[in-house]
Nanobody, 121 residues
Framework: QVQLVESGGGLVQPGGSLRLSCVASGRIFKMHTMAWYRQASGKERELVAA???????NYVDSVKGRFTISRDDAKNTVYLQMNSLKPEDTAVYVC???????????????WGQGTQVTVSS
């Protein structure tokens, strides 16, 4: 079993920055695709950013140029640097990862519990 734990959320003013971290622990041979999702009140969960094992990343249009996803495989960690935050970014941000727990075995998908990001003046 693998656990994902997010941290770094909080309350910031518009234009501010936050850096989210997600640390995976447990039975991990290799981390594959890792991603950040968010869910605002009354809205569906959306994919914010994803990064594959090679480091290539994709973002939802609304955060392009403002957010950066990165990973540190030695620490089994994925980050989301959020700059120029807007009130529309307010949501619970949730980490997701595809994990190869044992070499040569299919990956398993895991979710964190989420961290609240609130952007308000």
């Amino acid at each position: 079993q693998v656990q994902l734990v997010e941290s770094g959320g909080g309350l910031v003013q518009p234009g501010g920055s936050l850096r989210l971290s997600c640390v995976a622990s447990g039975r991990i041979f290799k981390m594959h695709t890792m991603a950040w999702y968010r869910q605002a009140s009354g809205k569906e969960r959306e994919l914010v950013a994803a990064i594959i094992s090679s480091g290539s990343a994709n973002y939802v249009d609304s955060v392009k140029g403002r957010f950066t996803i990165s990973r540190d495989d030695a620490k089994n960690t994925v980050y989301l640097q959020m700059n120029s935050l807007k009130p529309e970014d307010t949501a619970v941000y949730v980490c997701n990862a595809n994990v190869e727990e044992i070499m040569w075995r299919p990956t398993s998908n895991y979710w964190g519990q989420g961290t609240q990001v609130t952007v308000s003046s």
